[in-house]
């Protein structure tokens, strides 16, 4: 028998396959949890540049519903930003870069790096210093970072990127190397941070519509990410992987790069897209814990029952999935990517996606306890 555990407990326990009183959950509840905030009119240029915002937006989040993971994504340009591209601030939404600063090949040999601690990463590093501390006994504590490609193609703009790549990847290179250095820096400062458990890269170009294996090898895996991996490792953080891409490149990812935690999406339109129980039937959860993924797109059109009928239809097929496979609980019960920031996002789906878990993700029928206490 399983008594009730804890999120951190409980993380752990699936990180390691053993037996959980239930499968963890891990809603990619970020920007939208400005809302939870005083009266709810917190702006999001204020979540995304004020650390005691940004931390508080979690730890109210958690309080509130209670998920077994904390991940504190906050956008993808915080590295872009800090190498000097222009990133548009919104009232209401996720900000992004609407002005690159690499034109011509030399370019990429001009940037520069910021001293580690300041700028946008700055923000990240202090925000989850603050959540993680407060949390960190409690739930398993992670916090999001850029891969060196995706900081690369904000900064260029992707399809810039993907020309020069072919016309003279060296000074790509020197970009990425740049990229790397300035981000070892981050991952040193994430690693002093109390109650911190896992480093979430966004490997987003690791996905077979972009790049094929050689060239994602060559331009993150086997060196840049390689690094980092191993880096945070040595740092004693977890090495998570988020990538939402349709095609993503699974094997280097989660086998190659041996990733503790998989975050990913399903594209049901996608022919060769994983069923969270393809994944499991496949052997990507035999050493990993991978997380998804339900449609974020719910939490926009859903309704509260349509919510839980689809987390409890995920719980039930991942079970009988992980006892095929003879695992116990390395899936957790996730969203592809981030729930939708805006004001259209219905909060209380991020509820119900939370307690459905508690409700249907109980692997042990005689510790089941009712989500309301
Ligand atoms: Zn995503």
Redesign the pocket.
């Given at each position: 028998m399983v008594t009730e555990m804890n999120s951190l407990e409980r993380v752990e326990a699936s990180l390691a396959d053993e037996k959980v009183d239930r499968l963890s959950t891990f809603p990619l509840a970020c920007g939208v949890c400005r809302r939870l905030l005083g009266d709810g009119t917190t702006l999001y240029r204020d979540w995304a540049t004020d650390p005691h915002v940004f931390s508080s937006s979690f730890i109210e989040s958690r309080k509130r519903y209670g998920a077994d993971f904390v991940g504190g994504m906050m956008d993808l340009s915080v590295i872009a930003s800090d190498l000097g591209a222009d990133v548009r601030m919104n009232d209401q939404n996720t900000p992004f870069v609407d002005g690159h600063n690499i034109r011509t090949l030399e370019d990429y040999e001009r940037l520069e790096i910021p001293e580690i601690g300041s700028g946008r990463a700055g923000v990240l590093i202090e925000g989850t210093r603050q959540y993680a501390e407060a949390l960190g006994r409690e739930a398993f504590c992670s916090t999001f970072i850029e891969g060196p490609l995706l900081a690369l193609s904000q900064t260029a703009g992707a399809e810039q990127l993907f020309m020069d790549m072919f016309t003279d990847p060296r000074p790509i290179h020197k970009a990425l190397r740049l990229i790397t250095e300035y981000e070892s820096g981050i991952v040193e400062e994430f690693s002093r941070i109390d109650g911190l458990s896992a480093i979430f890269w966004n490997y987003l170009w690791g996905n077979y519509s972009c790049l094929s294996d050689s060239e994602y090898a060559e331009f993150e895996a086997d060196v840049y990410a390689k690094e980092l991996n191993d880096l945070t490792r040595r740092n004693g953080l977890a090495v998570a992987v988020?990538n939402?891409a349709d095609l993503p490149h699974l094997d280097t990812q989660i086998r190659g790069f041996k990733a503790s935690v998989y975050s990913h999406?399903y594209y049901p339109q996608v022919h060769r897209s994983l069923t969270a129980s393809e994944m499991i039937d496949k052997g990507y959860c035999d050493d990993c814990l991978v997380a998804g993924q339900i449609d974020p797109q719910i939490f926009m059109r859903g309704t509260v029952e349509e919510t839980l009928g689809t987390v409890r239809d995920l719980c039930q097929n991942v079970k009988t999935s992980l006892c095929k496979r003879g695992l116990n609980s390395r899936y957790t019960i996730s969203t592809g990517?981030?729930i939708p920031p805006g004001l259209g996002c219905r909060m209380d789906n991020i509820q119900a996606m939370v307690d459905a878990v508690r409700l249907y993700g109980n692997m042990y029928r005689w510790t089941y306890r009712s989500p309301i206490e």
């Open positions: 988020h939402c999406a990517c981030e």
